[in-house]
């Protein structure tokens, strides 16, 4: 369990922890793969979320997934691109976040991950929370803890082992 403190730190102002579905990249899940290799290829993203016509987050999908597809034994193949959907190449097996002041599990999951998807109840996609978000939090907390709360240890590390070292 996080520290009150550190938590309420991190998460002050929780709403602009969340970058809005509204600006965040996206492609619809009926979008043939040369449509979100050049989403990707512009946004410069390495994975956005995969929505369908009711905003509903189905997946995600990486530059990688698709330029899995087109190479061939011989050459690159970008033809290859227009016959696929991105339904079927997108990574469904993912993470999401409702609750987005759940700090624990927001940065269980931002170890793997650069972003977590944050979604309703109903799995509306509501928008991201990114590593680098929560990054720069932390680090304002790391510079800014002793000037909001008084703190101190509870007691001298070095004086209970009996001396530093052996």
């Known amino acids: 369990m996080i520290d009150e403190p550190i938590r309420k730190m991190i998460l002050?102002?929780?709403d602009n922890l969340i970058i809005p579905a509204n600006i965040?990249?996206?492609?619809?899940?009926?979008n043939d793969c040369?449509?979100?290799?050049?989403?990707?290829?512009?946004?410069?993203?390495?994975?956005?979320?995969?929505?369908?016509r009711d905003q509903h987050l189905c997946g995600l999908l990486s530059l990688s997934m698709i330029t899995e597809h087109m190479?061939?034994?011989?050459?690159?193949?970008?033809?290859?691109?227009?016959?696929?959907?991105v339904q079927d190449?997108?990574?469904?097996?993912?993470?999401?976040?409702?609750?987005?002041?759940?700090?624990?599990?927001?940065l269980h999951l931002l170890i793997d991950e650069s972003f977590v998807p944050v979604v309703s109840d109903e799995r509306t996609f509501t928008g991201i929370i990114t590593r680098r978000e929560l990054l720069k939090r932390v680090?304002?907390?790391a510079h800014n803890l002793s000037e909001q709360y008084d703190v101190s240890p509870i007691s001298d590390p070095v004086s209970e082992?009996?001396?530093?070292?052996?």
């Not at 040369?34 to 929505?51: I, R």
């Not at 190479?71 to 959907?85: F, Y």
């Open 12 to 14: 002050a102002d929780h």
């Open 24 to 30: 965040v990249a996206n492609v619809m899940v009926t």
């Open 34 to 52: 040369y449509h979100a290799f050049l989403v990707l290829t512009k946004v410069g993203y390495a994975k956005v979320p995969v929505l369908d």
């Open 71 to 85: 190479l061939d034994t011989n050459h690159v193949a970008p033809e290859n691109l227009r016959r696929l959907k």
């Open 89 to 106: 190449v997108m990574e469904t097996d993912i993470r999401t976040i409702e609750d987005p002041t759940d700090l624990d599990e927001i």
């Open 139 to 141: 680090n304002y907390l």
């Open 161 to 166: 082992t009996g001396s530093a070292g052996c």
